[in-house]
């Protein structure tokens, strides 16, 4: 017997959050539980997430430049896609609470308390306008000007914390991810372009 659509948008996020949380679970168990292990499984985690955030980016418009089997599929998938992405960003979360248990110390500063909480809020937001009930009940133009402002918001968000200090610093991870979102940027705008030299 298939699975609804809701059953499946539940599937990919739980089992989103089982991967990342599972991985984690590996690394920390080998490396040992301390403050720079747990960092870097927030790290690793938000990469994870930042790269399914760019696909779901770049989804639309890049089937409007090409025409391919891959580039259908991306569209076709860009909804389970983007809750894979709810669900690895609740498993960064819990990660998160389970480094401030476990650190003393551990402080955040309350502009980043904001920024974090307003962009959990637009991800659960979309993630829960996802199911056929709630996509119905607030109705298609505002679940697209949800979906849309959304996908932009979360973006901004993740860009600051891929900034180096300096210019010296930018290499490594950071380097290649703010040259994938250069990137997937040039695909929105060659698509706007396209879609505006045909109407």
Request: proline share 3%.
């Amino acid at each position: 017997m298939a699975m609804t659509s809701n059953q499946r948008n539940w599937t990919v996020f739980v089992a989103a959050i089982a991967v990342t949380a599972m991985a984690a679970a590996v690394y920390l168990g080998s490396a040992g539980v301390n403050d720079d292990n747990i960092r870097l499984s927030l790290r690793l985690s938000a990469h994870a997430a930042f790269v399914v955030l760019l696909v779901v980016f770049i989804a639309r418009p890049l089937r409007q430049l090409v025409n391919s089997p891959l580039t259908i599929a991306l569209l076709r998938n860009r909804r389970l896609i983007g809750i894979a992405f709810a669900g690895i960003h609740t498993a960064h979360l819990g990660l998160i609470l389970y480094r401030a248990n476990m650190i003393a110390d551990f402080n955040v500063r309350i502009s980043e308390r904001l920024l974090g909480g307003l962009t959990y809020v637009v991800i659960y937001l979309m993630f829960f306008t996802s199911f056929d009930a709630t996509a119905r009940a607030i109705g298609p133009r505002y679940w697209r000007l949800l979906h849309k402002v959304g996908l932009y918001w979360i973006l901004a968000a993740f860009i600051p914390t891929l900034l180096p200090g300096s210019l010296d610093q930018l290499g490594g991870i950071n380097g290649i991810l703010l040259l994938l979102t250069a990137v997937a940027i040039t695909i929105r705008l060659a698509a706007f372009f396209a879609q505006r030299r045909e109407n």
